[in-house]
């Protein structure tokens, strides 16, 4: 059993560690509390990205619509994006019969592709990988430790300076 000097000494030493451990909660009730306030700005951003999807999504319903040969089609265009069905040349040719103007198609062109190159910048700050965020195939590995990075770069990556610029390229 220790002296009173001795407990003393005990207490002495258990002050930093008790110190040192409050620090390490406050750090992590820091990257709560920055989740509290970037929570609101990620939905509001989330459901801004949501909208453009839906409003890209209309558009291209609209503008097949005339030239895909059967609602089965357009399902399996629009269930599939990215898949063979995109890579069909006759599609493309009756699209380009459907934008005849001088610069039709190549505006189309270019508005897609500059759309397709802002979501591609996104994903690439997000960093996903195989249409998933990166840190998830590391958090069993880093746990706790890296959710908060990636909390921090998210935090910083979709800063509202960031968001709003990224916002303005797709609703152009």
Known sequence: M?????????ILAAFPLVISALEHYENGFQVIREWVRLR????AFLNALIRQRIFFRQN????????????????ILLDRPGGKAWAD??????????????YEYESYATTVSYIKETVHKLMDKLKIVE???LWIEH???SGRLKLEYELKRITYTLSRRRRDRLMGQLER
């Open 89 to 102: 040349e006759t599609l493309n040719a009756k699209l380009r019969q459907r934008l005849p103007g001088k």
């Open 60 to 75: 291209i319903e609209e503008l097949l619509g005339p030239i895909v040969a059967t609602e089965y089609d357009m399902s």
């Open 139 to 141: 958090a069993s590995s």
């Open 40 to 43: 609101g700005e990620f939905a």
């Open 2 to 10: 220790a002296t009173g000097i001795g407990t003393a000494g005990l």
């Open 131 to 133: 249409d998933r965020p």
